[in-house]
């Protein structure tokens, strides 16, 4: 019998005859944690979907337990007890928790299902493993991080005992990071053995016992964790070289106040409160943290302050209230919104870079000039930024589709930190970004508050929220839960994140 | 630009191929009905430019073909899935002839004043498809269509009623005036001068595309989300591309009838309006493309009613042809996504 769970020998992927990993070795031993490491693009989940059965390696060999095996599908790595937690849930959300766990299970009868049954023995095995759940209610009804317990139920029903996991702690809170991690431990003392993948090593240090760390579909190297590993080290593993993950300070000081958002509340699409009363004060050269779960009103709040949704309140900027106008309106007054989706609101996937460039802009000159563009100023425009921000392509012509989300990402930086903005709303400005672009994009961020822009970054990953911000909220339904000073702890944050009142208010 | 050269090298190089391998398959076809492809290619090109008289019959047809297929472009490019041609073209059709037999203008007013009002007529039939999608959020691809419905109707219901010519029993209306009537290239052909249309369109199009409202109509068509955020407001956008589109489709009614039929009778938008999608398509809505996309429809339109008289094969299959080059280019697109992607994945670079 051997002790290793699997093991992974000198796999080779290509995509169209890139590289997707180049002779990659992998070992996971059994009934232990093991974090896979990378940046975006490193291979991580190439490497995983071939051991799920998703990709057929052009080169290499897979052995399970010691067996070779030959993973043709998902359902024969199911059978070898292979379970997957994917980064975007897998669940159908009108269904309930055990109609979901049944559904990749064929039933014990030939017709009907066995409900009942079925939830029983989900209430034992979630009781075994401290996944507290209700088999009987609907998905939708569950937060982010029940809905992950569902689908780490679902792998361990279907008799999984080598689970891996995409990116578990991307969406979750500190608490419930704490939670999912005491659950891992407990599967891992009953002799599981658990694949982490993530790119923010920070937070799995605590719970791997051991890290494979890939760069450029290549493999860097395994390293058993000690307890004096360093954050460092293994963040030049993952880079190939250092980064800076404490920002010089500076001595800018906040100025006035440039927007005072003042009891805003507003529906969301679904017709229920999303913003209740919401009330803030953002300053001149000042970056306003707001830190939250995803959902909880932060979208809203950033539709709202560039028009693209109706709200009660007040937003004042120039002692005049500018609620409920266009959005050509704040676009003209100088609010710079980095959108949460690149895809969706940021960019126009097949228009040309160059003209992603000037999409907010192209009615003025010179980009455009009695009523027709000015080709060639746009396209003077865009060499200018390219240049600047160090944007990675072939042409301006090309649609930014065939950009890397990093390059993307600068694009729509380029964009709405041009002339000084006087409010830039950053949502979620990294997310999705490997190291080397996310520090790029912070930097950038830095640089607009010393210029005297007035900044609300709002973020789900804490660490950005503390690395950045001068002042930091916490949106939680819809209500501010309170507002700490920059060096605030994890944890206090935390619980306000969950709901819980803040004591005594700080204001910085 | 070297970007743009070869997006359009590869875009022709694929309608070719696409014409291509239509013309295979219909081949197999004609041979499978016991005939000989080459034999009835040969006659239908022969039909189509075998003579002056019927390459003059080819541009009879190309002119609202391509006028339509530039009108519907505009649409499409902004996603607008405008397949109410045949509606819009019977609303120019109508308002232009009203001018012409009823407005007793001298003929240097009349022309110009009907000119305006076919694009009147089409542009608010199908901006109000427009402004049902914006109000209502309904569908322009079931209110274009049914809205050709209620075009078709109307026109029979004038033609057969209040304007049927009273010197006849046939459900048409008077003739135009011979002054209000386009001028013809030569005598004994029918092609006339409306052909200077496709060319000041052709132009026309070309501008529209470098304007500012033109990258509206493309940003709204390549993300409503985007175009949003971008200060643009998308609901006077597509009421106003609506407009556009369908005062062009109505220009070709117009054509119809100062430069062909000269009066209004049942059927008279033909199968434009279904032809004209495919042409837009094909043309990769592209103004030159398309021109050069309704030549070819026309020339197979005109050829292959020549081919069903000399030989035995049946006009269907130039019916089958154009449904197949439908099929590809509709593959084609999806197709072209998937190449993307791949594409994609390589070009990904690091930052």
């Given at each position: 019998?051997?002790?290793?769970?699997?093991?992974?020998?000198?796999?080779?992927?290509?995509?169209?005859?890139?590289?997707?990993?180049?002779?990659?070795?992998?070992?996971?031993?059994?009934?232990?944690i093991?974090?896979?490491?990378?940046?975006?693009?490193?291979?991580?989940t190439?490497?995983m979907?071939?051991?799920y059965?998703?990709?057929?390696?052009?080169?290499?060999?897979?052995?399970?337990?010691?067996?070779?095996?030959?993973?043709?599908?998902p359902?024969?790595?199911i059978?070898?007890?292979i379970g997957m937690v994917h980064q975007h849930f897998m669940l159908a959300r009108p269904f309930s928790v055990v109609e979901n766990v049944m559904l990749g299970k064929k039933g014990?009868?030939?017709?009907?299902l066995d409900t009942a049954k079925t939830a029983k023995e989900l209430v034992n095995l979630s009781r075994k493993y401290k996944m507290e759940i209700d088999p009987y209610s609907k998905i939708w009804q569950l937060s982010v991080g029940e809905q992950q317990r569902v689908e780490i139920l679902t792998a361990l029903y279907m008799g999984a005992d080598i689970l891996i996991l995409d990116e578990p702690t991307a969406v979750l809170t500190p608490q419930e990071v704490d939670m999912l991690f005491e659950t891992l431990r407990k599967m891992r003392?009953d002799?599981k053995?658990i694949i982490l993948i993530t790119?923010k090593?920070?937070e799995i240090?605590s719970v791997?016992?051991?890290?494979?760390?890939?760069?450029?579909?290549?493999?860097?190297?395994?390293?058993?964790?000690?307890?004096?590993?360093?954050?460092?080290?293994?963040?030049?593993?993952?880079?190939?070289?250092?980064?800076?993950?404490?920002?010089?300070?500076?001595?800018?000081?906040?100025?006035?106040?440039?927007?005072?958002?003042?009891?805003?509340?507003t529906k969301n699409d679904k017709g229920l409160d999303a913003l209740s009363?919401l009330?803030?004060?953002?300053?001149?050269?000042?970056?306003?943290?707001l830190a939250g779960v995803d959902g909880n009103g932060q979208k809203e709040l950033c539709e709202?302050?560039?028009?693209?949704?109706?709200?009660?309140?007040?937003?004042?900027?120039?002692?005049?209230?500018?609620?409920?106008?266009?959005?050509?309106?704040?676009?003209?007054?100088?609010?710079?919104?980095?959108?949460e989706d690149?895809?969706e609101?940021?960019?126009?996937?097949?228009?040309?870079?160059?003209?992603?460039?000037?999409?907010?802009?192209?009615?003025?000159?010179?980009?455009?000039?009695?009523?027709?563009?000015?080709?060639?100023?746009?396209?003077?425009?865009?060499?200018?930024?390219?240049?600047?921000?160090?944007?990675?392509?072939?042409?301006?012509?090309?649609?930014?589709?065939?950009?890397?989300?990093?390059?993307?990402?600068?694009?729509?930086?380029?964009?709405?930190?041009?002339?000084?903005?006087?409010?830039?709303?950053?949502n979620q400005?990294?997310r999705g970004?490997?190291?080397?672009?996310?520090?790029?994009?912070?930097?950038?961020?830095?640089?607009?508050?010393?210029?005297?822009?007035?900044?609300?970054?709002i973020s789900a990953d804490l660490?950005?929220i503390?690395?950045?911000?001068?002042?930091?909220?916490v949106i939680y339904n819809g209500r501010i839960t309170g507002?700490?000073?920059?060096?605030?702890?994890i944890h206090?944050i935390g619980s306000l994140m969950l709901g819980k009142k803040?004591?005594?208010?700080?204001?910085? | 630009?070297?970007?743009?050269?070869?997006?359009?090298?590869?875009?022709?190089?694929?309608?070719?191929?696409?014409?291509?391998?239509?013309?295979?398959?219909?081949?197999?076809?004609?041979?499978?009905?016991?005939?000989?492809?080459?034999?009835?290619?040969?006659?239908?090109?022969?039909?189509?430019?075998?003579?002056?008289?019927?390459?003059?019959?080819?541009?009879?047809?190309?002119?609202?073909?391509?006028?339509?297929?530039?009108?519907?472009?505009?649409?499409?490019?902004?996603?607008?899935?405008?397949?109410?041609?045949?509606?819009?073209?019977?609303?120019?059709?109508?308002?232009?002839?009203?001018?012409?037999?009823?407005?007793?203008?001298?003929?240097?007013?009349?022309?110009?004043?009907?000119?305006?009002?076919?694009?009147?007529?089409?542009?608010?039939?199908?901006?109000?498809?427009?402004?049902?999608?914006?109000?209502?959020?309904?569908?322009?691809?079931?209110?274009?269509?049914?809205?050709?419905?209620?075009?078709?109707?109307?026109?029979?219901?004038?033609?057969?009623?209040?304007?049927?010519?009273?010197?006849?029993?046939?459900?048409?209306?008077?003739?135009?005036?011979?002054?209000?009537?386009?001028?013809?290239?030569?005598?004994?052909?029918?092609?006339?001068?409306?052909?200077?249309?496709?060319?000041?369109?052709?132009?026309?199009?070309?501008?529209?595309?470098?304007?500012?409202?033109?990258?509206?109509?493309?940003?709204?068509?390549?993300?409503?989300?985007?175009?949003?955020?971008?200060?643009?407001?998308?609901?006077?956008?597509?009421?106003?591309?609506?407009?556009?589109?369908?005062?062009?489709?109505?220009?070709?009614?117009?054509?119809?009838?100062?430069?062909?039929?000269?009066?209004?009778?049942?059927?008279?938008?033909?199968?434009?309006?279904?032809?004209?999608?495919?042409?837009?398509?094909?043309?990769?809505?592209?103004?030159?493309?398309?021109?050069?996309?309704?030549?070819?429809?026309?020339?197979?339109?005109?050829?292959?009613?020549?081919?069903?008289?000399?030989?035995?094969?049946?006009?269907?299959?130039?019916?089958?042809?154009?449904?197949?080059?439908?099929?590809?280019?509709?593959?084609?697109?999806?197709?072209?996504?998937?190449?993307?992607?791949?594409?994609?994945?390589?070009?990904?670079?690091?930052?």
């Open positions: 019998m051997s002790s290793l769970a699997v093991e992974m020998r000198n796999i080779t992927k290509l995509f169209r005859g890139v590289k997707g990993n180049s002779g990659v070795d992998f070992k996971l031993k059994k009934g232990s093991h974090g896979l490491l990378g940046e975006n693009g490193a291979g991580k190439t490497l979907n071939i051991l059965g998703f990709y057929q390696p052009e080169e290499g060999e897979i052995y399970i337990r010691g067996n070779r095996e030959v993973i043709s599908s359902t024969k790595a059978s070898l007890g014990r009868h030939r017709f009907l003392d002799g053995s790119h090593l920070e240090i791997v016992d051991e890290v494979t760390v890939l760069r450029d579909g290549k493999l860097v190297g395994t390293k058993v964790l000690t307890p004096d590993t360093t954050k460092e080290e293994l963040t030049r593993m993952m880079v190939g070289r250092d980064v800076l993950f404490d920002f010089p300070q500076n001595d800018i000081k906040p100025g006035a106040v440039e927007v005072s958002i003042q009891n805003l509340s009363n009330s803030l004060d953002i300053h001149k050269n000042e970056i306003l943290g709202v302050l560039t028009g693209m949704r109706k709200a009660d309140g007040a937003i004042m900027m120039d002692g005049e209230n500018i609620i409920n106008r266009n959005p050509a309106f704040y676009i003209n007054k100088g609010i710079a919104h980095i959108t690149r895809h609101t940021g960019l126009a996937l097949d228009l040309s870079l160059k003209k992603n460039l000037v999409i907010k802009r192209f009615i003025k000159e010179p980009f455009s000039k009695h009523g027709f563009l000015n080709e060639k100023a746009i396209t003077d425009y865009w060499n200018k930024k390219r240049d600047e921000y160090h944007i990675k392509s072939d042409s301006a012509d090309e649609p930014a589709r065939a950009l890397s989300g990093g390059n993307q990402q600068k694009i729509v930086l380029a964009r709405e930190l041009d002339n000084n903005p006087s409010l830039v709303i950053a400005p990294t970004l490997d190291i080397g672009a996310s520090e790029y994009v912070r930097t950038k961020i830095l640089e607009a508050r010393n210029e005297g822009s007035a900044v609300l970054l660490e950005e503390l690395q950045l911000s001068d002042r930091i909220a507002i700490l000073p920059k060096n605030a702890g206090e803040q004591e005594a208010a700080v204001n910085a | 630009m070297r970007d743009k050269i070869l997006n359009s090298i590869r875009q022709t190089v694929m309608a070719i191929l696409t014409i291509i391998v239509a013309l295979i398959i219909g081949a197999v076809l004609v041979s499978l009905s016991g005939n000989s492809p080459a034999e009835a290619y040969l006659t239908l090109f022969h039909g189509a430019f075998g003579s002056a008289q019927r390459m003059s019959e080819v541009f009879v047809k190309m002119i609202p073909l391509c006028v339509m297929a530039f009108g519907v472009s505009v649409a499409f490019k902004a996603n607008l899935w405008n397949i109410g041609g045949s509606g819009q073209f019977i609303m120019g059709a109508i308002c232009s002839v009203l001018v012409g037999l009823y407005m007793g203008l001298p003929s240097a007013v009349a022309i110009p004043v009907s000119i305006i009002a076919a694009m009147i007529g089409g542009g608010l039939w199908a901006g109000f498809a427009g402004w049902l999608k914006t109000r209502f959020n309904a569908n322009e691809v079931i209110t274009t269509l049914m809205l050709n419905y209620i075009a078709t109707y109307f026109l029979a219901y004038l033609i057969y009623g209040p304007m049927m010519d009273p010197g006849g029993s046939l459900p048409q209306t008077k003739q135009i005036a011979e002054s209000l009537r386009l001028p013809l290239f030569a005598s004994g052909m029918r092609v006339h001068m409306g052909i200077l249309l496709i060319i000041v369109l052709l132009v026309f199009m070309l501008f529209f595309w470098k304007s500012i409202f033109g990258f509206k109509v493309d940003l709204v068509g390549k993300g409503e989300k985007i175009a949003t955020c971008s200060g643009i407001s998308v609901k006077k956008t597509i009421v106003c591309t609506m407009l556009i589109s369908g005062a062009i489709t109505g220009l070709a009614g117009w054509n119809e009838v100062y430069g062909v039929q000269y009066r209004l009778l049942e059927g008279i938008s033909s199968s434009y309006g279904n032809i004209s999608v495919v042409v837009a398509l094909l043309g990769g809505l592209n103004p030159i493309g398309i021109t050069i996309a309704s030549f070819f429809f026309s020339a197979l339109l005109v050829g292959g009613a020549t081919m069903q008289r000399m030989t035995e094969v049946p006009y269907s299959i130039v019916d089958i042809i154009e449904g197949l080059i439908i099929v590809f280019v509709i593959a084609r697109t999806a197709f072209d996504l998937k190449i993307f992607r791949k594409h994609n994945g390589k070009e990904k670079r690091r930052c």
